[in-house]
T-cell receptor, first 110, second 114 residues
Framework: NAGVTQTPKFRILKIGQSMTLQCTQDMNHNYMYWYRQDPGMGLKLIYYSVGAGITDKGEVPNGYNVSRSTTEDFPLRLELAAPSQTSVYFC?????????FGSGTQLSVL | DQQVKQNSPSLSVQEGRISILNCDYTNSMFDYFLWYKKYPAEGPTFLISISSIKDKNEDGRFTVFLNKSAKHLSLHIVPSQPGDSAVYFCAASANAGNNRKLIWGLGTSLAVNP
């Protein structure tokens, strides 16, 4: 049972480039989330989804987009990367309140 | 406006002693509280939770206490072990329409010294 799988683990982007962070879960959870964690800070919610085809903004959605075409997958798209998007990104899923997290993607935008 | 506060950024404890991590919240609508543990280069992992209808929940070496009148919860680890060294996040949950909103504290870094 793999749980929540995120790829890639590390990535360096140049300013203005785009990329997609992949997230997949095999627990058949309806709820999925994308968080970012900046150094010394807590987790900030970027986007979440309550089921396939349904997504909504979190606290810090600007500069990101998501889609949820299947229960399993919840990719996060960065368009026109900026240095402010340098962070560690975590994908998570849940059945109800308890979240299960992936191992994270460390992204640097230079 | 930090609705969930972990006022101690770090804590150092001797192996075998008790570790007490504290968390304060401001929103009385929170009805479920969780503690997560995070090792470097890994995602947070769920540790223990408590519903607002309880004042204590215990799981092995980990106990969470909830004081609703003070809007305060604490995580006790007894006895502390070097493998407990990690960052601990407190999170509080409330109903938010079609989702449960989860608000996170900034974390407390626990170091358990052999």
């Amino acid at each position: 049972n793999a749980g929540v799988t995120q790829t890639p683990k590390f990535r360096i982007l140049k300013i203005g480039q785009s990329m997609t962070l992949q997230c997949t879960q095999d627990m058949n959870h309806n709820y999925m989330y994308w968080y970012r964690q900046d150094p010394g800070m807590g987790l900030k919610l970027i986007y979440y989804s309550v089921g396939a085809g349904i997504t909504d903004k979190g606290e810090v959605p600007n500069g990101y987009n998501v889609s949820r075409s299947t229960t399993e997958d919840f990719p996060l798209r960065l368009e026109l990367a900026a240095p402010s998007q340098t962070s560690v990104y975590f994908c998570a899923s849940s059945y109800y309140v308890e979240l299960f997290f992936g191992s994270g993607t460390q992204l640097s935008v230079l | 406006d930090q609705q969930v506060k972990q006022n101690s950024p770090s804590l150092s404890v001797q192996e075998g002693r008790i570790s007490i991590l504290n968390c304060d919240y401001t929103n009385s609508m929170f009805d479920y509280f969780l503690w997560y543990k995070k090792y470097p280069a890994e995602g947070p992992t769920f540790l223990i939770s408590i519903s607002s209808i309880k004042d204590k929940n215990e799981d092995g070496r980990f106990t969470v206490f909830l004081n609703k009148s003070a809007k305060h919860l604490s995580l006790h680890i007894v006895p502390s072990q070097p493998g407990d060294s990690a960052v601990y996040f407190c999170a509080a949950s409330a109903n938010a329409g079609n989702n449960r909103k989860l608000i996170w504290g900034l974390g407390t870094s626990l170091a358990v010294n052999p």
